[in-house]
Each structure stands twice: as C-alpha cells, then as structure tokens.
C-alpha cells in the first residue's frame, strides 16, 4: 500500500483533546490577574504557542513591566491552575481520534503530537486519557524541547528526523490555531486545521492551510482519498 503521506504530525489540546478550552481561559486568567490588558486579537496570536512565552508575550502586550522574575511566578501559577483544572475536569480524547490514530498507523503513516504544553503537563494528560508512546502514538514533542516553538517549525522537523521522515510535503500538520498552520508552512508541509479548537473558521481560513475539518479523526478519510 502507498500513500502520499507519511507523517501526520497532530497538535493536542483542542486537536486530539477536548479539554473545554481550559488551557485558554487559565492563561487568559492568570495573565489578566497579572495586569495585563489586550484584546481579543492580541491574545489569539498566542494560542497554540509555547506557554512561557506566551504568558511573557500577554503580559508584554498588555503594558505589564514582565522582567523573568514575574513571567516565571505568573506561568508557575499557569501550570498549578490548569493542573487543578485538568483535575477536576478531566479532559478526554475527541471522538474518532484514537481510531484515527490506529487506521493511520495500520497504512504505515507515523503519528506524532506536538505541543505547546511542557513535558509535565503532556504527562498528566497521557495519564488522564491512558496514552503512551508507541502504544497510542509513535513520537511526541513539545515546545519547550526544541529552539523555537509555533509558528517555527521546529516540533515539525524534530518529529520528522525522530521518526525518518524526509519529504516535507510527505508530512501533514494538524491543529486548531494560526499558530499550528503557520508552522506546517514554514515547515513545507501540509496544513490542515480543525474547527474543535479556539478559532473559528474564518480565522483558520484566513492562514495558509490545505483544508478544514470538523475534526481531526476526518484526517483518515482525506488521506485515504488521495491515496496514490
């Protein structure tokens, strides 16, 4: 069997995990509670980004004077609510994926995650819905592991050379935000975004993509259909 992918790169947290947008309204909390003031559009630029430095960024942005000492204790109090959050609502995989991810890997197309998360918020998560590398998935990277995180390609190209993949536009990057389509771009592969997420379709329409869908266990079928 061929396929003109061999790589499906997914983002997690509103991609592969419906977590109720917690992530979003602890960060846009925990900044807004710091002084920072910024509008909606500010604060979208943020999502799918690494979080220390998307809470760097807010406070930037929102005339807040953010030395190191104040970003560390503000993405500190970031980490320790979203873990209270995930605790006590705990977030679940959306519906299909894990199929998604087996049908994939059953066609000899790796699957990694990518994230903004750090190692030990990915691990909560991984123990909430059971996941584990190789069972669930073949690789998983998270920002705070490589140079730039998104829109910089770099999740992208670390799970590419983990796994021995080297046609870019053999690699298809999925996610819910600007940030996780700019990054397939810049990475030359193929972005598609998802509508599970925080942006709406006219916000994902507006950046570079190959297509929308409702959601990221639909990847199964757009593979399939261009199966050469």
Known sequence: ???????????MAGTT?????????????????????????????QMGTEKHGAVSALLDAGGVDAGPQLVDEVHARFVNELTAAYQAHP????????????????????????????????????TALGW???TTVDFVVCATEVAGGRPAPDMILAAMAAL?????????????????????HHAGAVGVGVLTGAAD??????????????????IVELVRTRRG
């Open 1 to 11: 069997m061929t396929t003109w992918a061999k790589l499906v790169a997914f983002d």
């Open 17 to 45: 995990i419906d977590e109720g947008d917690l992530v979003y309204a602890v960060l846009r909390r925990v900044t807004e509670d710091a002084g920072a003031q910024y509008d909606d559009a500010t604060f979208v630029e």
């Open 91 to 126: 977030p679940r995989a959306f519906a299909g994926i894990e199929d998604a991810f087996a049908a994939l890997r059953a066609d000899g197309i790796k699957v990694a995650l990518t994230t903004g998360f750090d190692r030990p918020t990915v691990d909560l998560l991984f």
């Open 132 to 134: 584990s590398v190789p």
């Open 164 to 184: 021995d993949v080297t046609e870019h536009a053999a690699v298809i990057a999925v996610g819910d935000t600007p940030a996780d389509l700019w990054a397939a």
């Open 201 to 218: 379709r006219d916000t994902l329409a507006a950046q570079p993509h190959h297509a929308l869908l409702g959601s990221a266990a639909e």
